[in-house]
């Protein structure tokens, strides 16, 4: 076994039993392209070994992907058929956990008609609906990881001549994001969740009822719904089973208010949407709407992710993450949000996490919303944070506590 396939194997250990944590007897979906193949093959593998009783493998391909993209009429590329629908809803209520892997160039779909991408998006979000209430809710359990494809390697290390190379180099960087490379990856994990989970308990300790972000481009005071709940890394299933959504993930989240958002925000780093780069762009709130807002890059495809529903001109969750990260202090930007909403403290458009909130799981969706727990089809994040950001903590009484100083956390 050469280097590469025992860095492979390692991998899909950590994304099998930590990630998923595969149960005996449990279904698995896997979401991936073809370009991914190496480490599917040994997370099906695992997957079994680990007891699954069925492994769906669902593959789709880049290159194919975009043909459908350039050649499809919006109404045929846009539709959903039923039978694709039915068959995920099947496994959803079956006790499937999805596992994806990410690797397609953040770019894929450059040049693409932003109205053709845009009402895909919205034609999935409603017919996937099911799907996402029992993703948001942690009914089925989960995880996101990442393969390096040559596109996704190129774009990353754009000055490295051999594709291979630029390859192991992105499957190196990813490896440290999730820990592999420690000694004992499961004990490594252990000890980042329990001090994630130390800044969460401070949060929910203080209880505050907004946050104010300062920082270059950025004023924004965003406020926090009653009841409130700060999540760090981990989660647990309707059947008590533990999982780990996102690998890497070095996050403490809760949701915004979807009415108490003020001021403007400017991103920090590029968010890939829809296979398109969104750079260079500022959002300006009020009453918690998007009101205006411009982009050096993407403007349309950024104008399509505000127009999909009301809710998407609106701030779900709310996540902080300190610029001493091990995603931030590699100094590469990833082109994927999967890792640099990890690097820096981000924001989300869209729906809002009903696990972030007291009995939130148990709610409908009219009582979450008058709870303040915005509701849409989609939920985009998008990174804000910087090694100059300050934010406060408001209490009740008005009283400001410090939460981030220079880009770090301030306790």
């Not at 789709?60 to 995920?88: C, G, N």
């Not at 505050?208 to 924004?220: E, P």
Request: net charge negative.
């Amino acid at each position: 076994m050469n280097n590469f396939e025992e860095k492979l194997s390692k991998y899909a250990e950590v994304i099998v039993k930590i990630g998923a944590n595969v149960q005996k007897g449990q279904k698995v979906w896997v979401n991936c392209t073809t370009d991914a193949l190496p480490l599917v093959y040994k997370v099906t593998e695992l997957a079994y070994q680990a007891g699954a009783s069925d492994v769906h493998v669902k593959l789709t391909d880049d290159k194919l992907s975009r043909l459908h993209a350039e050649y499809q009429s919006k109404e045929v590329y846009s539709h959903i058929p039923q039978w694709a629908i039915d068959e995920r809803n099947d496994y959803l209520d079956n006790n499937v956990v999805f596992i994806h892997i990410l690797s397609s160039s953040p770019n894929l779909f450059a040049g693409i008609d932003a109205e053709k991408l845009g009402a895909l998006t919205k034609n999935a979000g409603e017919a996937y609906k099911y799907y996402r209430t029992c993703i948001m809710t942690d009914v089925n359990s989960w995880t996101i990881a990442s393969y390096p494809s040559e596109d996704w390697a190129k774009l990353v290390f754009p000055d490295e001549t051999n594709t291979d190379i630029a390859q192991e180099k992105l499957l190196d960087a990813i490896l440290k994001t999730v820990r592999v490379d420690k000694a004992d990856p499961v004990k490594a994990w252990e000890e980042h969740r329990q001090n994630l989970t130390e800044k969460a308990e401070f949060l929910n300790n203080k209880n505050f009822v907004a946050l104010h972000y300062t920082s270059k481009g950025t004023d924004l005071t965003v406020g926090l719904p009653k009841n409130h709940i700060w999540v760090a890394a981990g989660s647990k299933n309707a059947k008590g089973a533990d999982f780990l959504p996102n690998m890497p993930t070095e996050e403490v989240f809760t949701a915004g208010d979807r009415d108490r958002v003020d001021g403007y925000v400017s991103n920090k780093k590029p968010l890939s949407y829809q296979g398109n780069i969104i750079d260079n762009f500022k959002l300006t709130f009020k009453d918690g709407k998007v009101v205006d807002f411009e982009a050096e890059q993407g403007y349309e495809i950024l104008k399509q992710l505000l127009d999909t529903d009301e809710g998407s001109r609106r701030i779900g969750e709310v996540a902080l993450v300190p610029n001493d990260s091990p995603i931030s202090n590699s100094g590469l930007l990833y082109y994927q949000t999967l890792f640099d909403e990890n690097a820096s403290n981000h924001l989300a458009l869209g729906a809002a996490y009903p696990t972030t909130l007291k009995n939130g799981t148990k709610m409908t969706e009219d009582e979450l919303e008058k709870a303040h727990i915005n509701q849409s089809i989609s939920h985009v994040d998008f990174m804000i944070g910087d090694a100059e950001m300050d934010i406060d903590g408001i209490l009740e009484d008005g009283t400001r506590v410090p939460v981030f100083r220079k880009g770090n956390w301030a306790f």
